[in-house]
């Protein structure tokens, strides 16, 4: 049985003009088979594309979704 995870990933973007970190959060669909594995795959995902990016997941939770049609 095919299971989403929603993955929430909090990061700093940039540093605004007032010397404040400007954080954002998005929330990445992940097909897995538990919540370590999706987390897994997201952290090692973020270390590839940007290693340098200062990123934290915040959240994993199993999506309501139950299949993606092509």
Same mark, same amino acid.
């Given at each position: ?6 993955? &929430?990933?909090?990061?700093?973007? &940039?540093? /605004? ?14 097909? &897995?088979? /538990?919540?370590?594995?999706?987390? &897994? ?17 915040? /959240?994993?939770?199993? /999506? ?7």
């Amino acid at each position: 049985m095919v299971k989403f995870f929603e993955v &929430a990933v909090e990061m700093v973007t &940039a540093i /605004s003009n007032s010397g404040k970190e400007k954080k954002v959060k998005e929330v990445y669909l992940v097909d &897995a088979k /538990s919540v370590t594995e999706a987390e &897994a795959r997201v952290v090692k995902d973020f270390m590839e594309t940007t290693p340098n990016l200062d990123f934290k997941v915040i /959240s994993v939770k199993e /999506s309501r979704i139950i299949r993606v049609i092509k």
